[in-house]
């Protein structure tokens, strides 16, 4: 008797009624939700790039993008394992009909449509809009990292691009010398003919030269603000990684530095999908609030309602942008106004703060009195200090931060003259008073703090973690991506397009799935 199974197919035997392709595949396999999906998407951008009149006949670009998205939902990013995919698995054959597709063919295809993928990326979110799944009633915007192709170890500072310039124009200058002289010899041989062409070894040389400028560039404009921000260019310099000069040096998620790209996303609340994304190069992403919002209203038609972001976020400019666009913003900001608990929030702030409650009064980071010791008088625009001393309007002020230009009205004190609380509040080396500085979003950063206070405040700021969290952690642990393929700025957008759009197209599949199995469940049951 024969112990093990028998196979169900002899690998040699020959049958009459060979499966086809289509047999392979089940019929509720996401492969084919995802290719009908497609198919009833507008390609008529994509196709305007093909010249249909000579050549071989191209692989249409539905075909091409479904294996590009659904490779990234397997978790297959190289465009070397998407070829191997198409020519043995059988959902991947199913999905390119057979067609054989090089990987060179796929990466440039992955690189050639950023503007038509903005597109899809559009189109494929107004469907979820339709379903449902997209409301923009609550929105949560965040920014993560992911490493760039490139190598923490190989990476330029201005001295040494300096050093391979210097290097590399004293070769020139010799290329340049003997290619004279070689042109000199042909003419008293052969006499004066057509200009020569560059030999492509020089033409090389000179292109390198060209980017390395740029390079030095770049690291000359970063050393200048590192020395802005207190920091020596000359212990400490800016670096530009080699492979991808694109990318900056920034702080690893998982802790180091290393040479990374800054990916953000807006996610809607109602069932988690990406209305918007975008790369940068900096580690400064608070910068990119208001025109994420510009672009989701340009893909939907509206704005979010409520939009809620970490506390990064909370810029003197985002929050007169928001409240300029009319959107309803949660981001936690340090109210200027002082708080409960707080000594110096009292009836009468012309009087000063009880001895006793002195050590009570807020510090700030350079153990002084904060600026939350301080009460603004709207009416006669000035200050008043724990003593009751005001301080009153003197100049306006230009800084340079992170998120841009801002300009401070600074109000001082010409009191402090033997003020019991000099010790507290002035700075060792300030000589003419106690200064305080405030900006235009002063306003805003009180009714801020007042709505996060409040039940529905602290509610719709509570589930930002949960929504605009869990894209990255989808994105990075399910989908894995945790370094970008491409190198360079403009491409790795369009890698991060592909990938938000495969995240978006995943949630729609599973949508219309479980709305196709409640309407057959529905269909057999028996009616009342």
């Known amino acids: 008797m024969e112990y093990w199974a028998k196979p169900?197919?002899?690998?040699?035997?020959?049958?009459?009624?060979?499966?086809?392709?289509?047999?392979?595949?089940?019929?509720?396999?996401?492969?084919?939700?995802?290719?009908?999906?497609?198919?009833?998407?507008?390609?008529?951008?994509?196709?305007r790039h093909y010249d249909l009149r000579h050549g071989q006949?191209?692989?249409?670009?539905?075909?091409?993008?479904?294996?590009?998205?659904?490779?990234?939902?397997?978790?297959?990013?190289?465009?070397?394992?998407?070829?191997?995919?198409?020519?043995?698995?059988?959902?991947?054959?199913?999905?390119?009909?057979?067609?054989?597709?090089?990987?060179?063919?796929l990466c440039k295809f992955r690189t050639r449509f950023g503007q038509e993928l903005r597109d899809l990326f559009k189109q494929v979110g107004r469907v979820a809009m339709t379903m449902g799944?997209?409301?923009?009633?609550?929105?949560?915007?965040?920014?993560?990292?992911?490493?760039?192709?490139?190598?923490?170890?190989?990476t330029w500072t201005a001295q040494r691009v300096e050093t391979v310039l210097a290097e590399l124009e004293s070769k020139i200058a010799q290329m340049l010398q003997e290619a004279a002289m070689a042109d000199s010899d042909e003419s008293a041989v052969w006499g004066e003919g057509p200009e020569a062409a560059m030999p492509a070894e020089l033409a090389s040389a000179q292109a390198r030269q060209e980017?390395?400028?740029?390079?030095?560039?770049?690291?000359?404009?970063?050393d200048?603000?590192?020395?802005?921000?207190?920091i020596d260019p000359q212990k400490k310099p800016a670096q530009l990684p080699k492979a991808d000069t694109d990318s900056r040096v920034m702080p690893h998620k998982e802790g180091g530095y290393g040479p990374n790209y800054t990916p953000v996303a807006a996610t809607d609340g109602c069932a988690g999908c990406i209305v918007d994304c975008d790369v940068i190069n900096s580690p400064n992403e608070q910068n990119e609030l208001p025109p994420s919002v510009d672009r989701i209203e340009e893909t939907f038609g509206q704005r979010p309602e409520k939009l809620s972001a970490d506390a990064a976020f909370g810029t003197t400019a985002n929050l007169h942008e928001m409240d300029t666009r009319k959107v309803d913003f949660y981001t936690p900001v340090e109210s200027p106004v002082p708080q409960e608990g707080n000594p110096a929030r009292r009836e009468d702030p012309r009087k000063p703060v009880a001895s006793e409650d002195w050590t009570k009064l807020p510090r700030n980071d350079k153990k002084k009195l904060a600026k939350s010791c301080f009460v603004y008088d709207e009416a006669a625009d000035l200050y008043y200090c724990p003593m009751g001393r005001t301080l009153a309007y003197e100049e306006t002020k230009k800084f340079h931060r992170s998120s841009g230009p801002v300009k401070l009205?600074?109000?001082?004190?010409?009191?402090c003259a033997g003020c019991p609380l000099a010790g507290e509040c002035l700075d060792p080396h300030g000589k003419h008073g106690r200064t305080v500085g405030r900006d235009g979003a002063e306003r805003l950063r009180a009714e801020m703090a007042e709505k996060l206070k409040s039940e529905v405040g602290r509610r719709t700021y509570n589930r930002r973690m949960h929504v605009a969290e869990t894209t990255f952690a989808i994105l990075k642990s399910i989908?894995?991506?945790r370094q970008f393929l491409l190198r360079g700025l403009e491409k790795v957008r369009i890698e991060?397009?592909?990938?938000?759009?495969?995240?978006?197209?995943?949630?729609?599949?599973?949508?219309?799935?479980?709305?196709?199995a409640e309407v057959t469940v529905a269909a057999i049951q028996p009616g009342d």
């Open 496 to 516: 991060w397009l592909w990938v938000c759009t495969a995240f978006n197209m995943k949630k729609l599949m599973a949508a219309v799935g479980r709305l196709r």
């Open 211 to 222: 980017k390395l400028r740029e390079v030095l560039r770049q690291l000359q404009e970063a």
């Open 224 to 230: 200048a603000a590192r020395k802005k921000d207190g």
């Open 133 to 154: 799944l997209v409301r923009l009633l609550e929105v949560a915007f965040d920014g993560t990292r992911v490493k760039a192709n490139a190598s923490r170890y190989h």
């Open 8 to 47: 169900k197919l002899d690998r040699r035997q020959a049958v009459l009624f060979a499966p086809t392709l289509d047999e392979s595949v089940g019929s509720d396999h996401p492969v084919r939700l995802l290719d009908e999906i497609l198919r009833g998407r507008d390609w008529s951008s994509w196709t």
């Open 57 to 105: 006949p191209p692989i249409p670009p539905w075909v091409m993008a479904g294996v590009i998205l659904y490779g990234l939902m397997r978790r297959i990013r190289s465009s070397r394992q998407l070829e191997y995919a198409c020519g043995n698995n059988i959902d991947f054959m199913w999905l390119a009909e057979g067609r054989t597709i090089d990987h060179d063919t």
């Open 479 to 481: 989908l894995g991506v």
């Open 409 to 415: 009205r600074m109000y001082r004190c010409r009191q």
